[in-house]
Each structure stands twice: as structure tokens, then as C-alpha cells.
């Protein structure tokens, strides 16, 4: 069972983690955003990591798998308000996520997806 | 890995994926009762993510310790992650980037030690210690 709740607004689906999750609950996590995002055909998906305090090897696998598919959807996926530790933390430890696109803050994630000028289509 | 008189804090065994974040917020918890900088929380923390999720992937089961010690001028903080599984065949190879015998990146381990001031590996068959110390320096 999901318990993150995921809000759709302006053709875009937001999460924010605020608590620390399970392998299994990060699962039960990924596979409702997948389901909604192709349901919904959005512009793209922002998750909002900015509370949370530990970022391992294991989540950070499961928001690089998800870029990749959300990706695949045909959809944007934005990583937002990773905490400065939780970065110097992950570099540390050798997980580059480089192929996420990251913003300071939920309100320029969203900005970017609803600005004209994007680069994303 | 007894070479000194440790102060157990608290202790958490490890049983399912609840415990991976029941033991990294203690360990967090403990760490910051300690005096040590967020950074240093985190990275500890996120260590003891690493390691005892090691547990459940290759022993099913086993316990995470916690321990308080000063020592020569030092303050430290200890996880004593220990399991009663297979062992840890050739720790060196273990703690080397990339390496793994399961489906992982090979990085629990060596990335872990990147975090933290210490980590010793005592692995024989039917029981692996894996010791993750902080310290910083008390004055006075
Ligand atoms: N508690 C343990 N008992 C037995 N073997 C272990 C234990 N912990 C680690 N190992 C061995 O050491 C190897 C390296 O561990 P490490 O955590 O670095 O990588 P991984 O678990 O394979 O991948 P990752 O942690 O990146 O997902 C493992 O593949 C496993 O063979
Ligand atoms: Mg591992």
C-alpha cells in the first residue's frame, strides 16, 4: 500500500516524501506514480525530498530507475530539495545521480514545467 | 573488535526492512545526543542503511548495536551490525567499489566506509561483525 500522497495539478503530478519508507513502501510508491503518470499523460512528475534526511544506495537507485521511466512515459521527472548533507552524502558514497534533473525547490520545479520556454516538450 | 569497554546505548534487531529505519534513526538519533553535525548524522545514518540491509540480503537476520565510548581524547559513536549468516568470504574483495556476489552495486560496503572515520569487518561463517565508528575530538 502507497501512503505518499500523489497530487495532480496543471497536467502535473507532485509527491513529497516526508517520511522515511520501506524498501516495500518505496515500491508500493514507484508503481502508483508509474500507473497514474500513464494514466494521466502528464508534462511531467516532481518529487519533493526536502524533510527527508537519508537518501542510501537503495533510494537513490529506485528515483534513478524512476527518471528513467517516467522518462520512457513520455513524461519530465524533477527531483527537488535534496538537503545539502543527503548530496554530500550520495557523492561520498559514488552514487552519481547525474541523470536526474534536480531543482532547489518545489516551487521552481513546478515553474520550469509550467513556464513556456522550457526545454522539455 | 573488544578492545574496548563500550556503553551499549540501545539495540535493534533486524528482521524485515522496518528495522533498516528503525536502526538508522537511532543511530541518527544517537549521534546527534552526541554532538555531532548533521553531516556527520546523515553519513552515519546512511552507513548503517548500507550494512544492515546487507543483513537481510545475504543472513536473513541479525542485530544492530549501539555504542557510546570516549577513548584517548575521543568521543565516539559505534554501530556493531552483527548477523549469524554465511559470512563474508573475502572481506577485502567486499570492500572493494563495484564488487558483489548478488544483484547490488557493490557499493554498500565500500561506500559506507567512505562515510564514516572507521569501519572493521570480523566475518567467519555463522557470525559477521561489521563496526562503524564516528569520533570527534572532546576537549577538557
Ligand atoms: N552480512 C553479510 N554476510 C555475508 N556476505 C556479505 C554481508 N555483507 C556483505 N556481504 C558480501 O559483500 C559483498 C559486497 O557488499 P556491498 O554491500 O558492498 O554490495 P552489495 O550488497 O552486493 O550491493 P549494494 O550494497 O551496492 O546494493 C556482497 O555482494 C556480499 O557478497
Ligand atoms: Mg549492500
Do not use: W
Not at chain 1, 56 to 84: E, H, I, N, R, W
Not at chain 2, 29 to 48: C, P
Not at chain 2, 91 to 116: E, F, I, N, W
Amino acid at each position: 500500500m502507497n501512503k505518499i500522497p500523489i497530487l495532480y495539478l496543471n497536467s502535473i503530478l507532485i509527491a513529497s516524501i516526508q517520511t522515511e519508507l520501506t524498501d516495500e513502501e518505496v515500491l508500493s510508491f514507484q508503481s502508483e506514480l508509474l500507473t497514474k503518470n500513464n494514466n494521466l499523460l502528464t508534462k511531467g512528475v516532481i518529487i519533493d525530498v526536502s524533510t527527508l534526511d537519508v537518501i542510501d544506495s537503495y533510494m537513490a537507485k529506485v528515483l534513478s530507475d524512476l527518471t528513467t521511466m517516467v522518462k520512457l512515459q513520455g513524461s519530465a521527472f524533477l527531483l527537488c530539495g535534496v538537503k545539502p548533507a543527503v548530496s554530500s552524502t550520495l557523492v561520498d558514497m559514488g552514487m552519481m545521480l547525474t541523470k536526474i534533473d534536480t531543482f532547489q525547490s518545489l516551487e521552481k520545479a513546478f515553474n520550469f514545467l509550467t513556464s513556456n520556454d522550457r526545454k522539455y516538450q | 573488535m573488544d578492545k574496548y569497554c563500550l556503553n551499549e546505548i540501545d539495540s535493534v534487531p533486524i528482521k524485515c526492512t522496518q528495522d533498516i529505519v528503525i536502526s538508522r534513526q537511532k543511530g541518527r538519533e544517537l549521534a546527534r545526543k552526541s554532538g555531532f553535525s548533521v553531516s556527520e548524522q546523515t553519513r552515519f545514518a546512511t552507513a548503517i542503511s548500507e550494512i544492515t540491509r546487507n543483513v537481510l540480503t545475504y543472513a536473513t537476520e541479525g542485530d544492530c548495536h549501539l555504542f557510546e565510548n570516549n577513548l584517548d581524547g575521543y568521543h565516539m559513536v559505534i554501530a556493531q551490525i552483527v548477523d549469524q549468516g554465511p559470512g563474508i568470504d573475502n572481506p577485502k574483495l567486499a570492500m572493494s567499489d563495484g564488487y558483489s556476489t548478488g544483484h547490488g552495486l557493490g557499493l554498500g560496503l565500500p561506500g559506507a566506509k567512505r562515510l564514516v572515520h572507521e569501519l572493521n569487518i570480523d566475518s567467519t561463517p555463522g557470525k559477521t561483525i561489521v563496526e562503524i565508528i564516528i569520533k570527534r575530538r572532546v576537549y577538557g
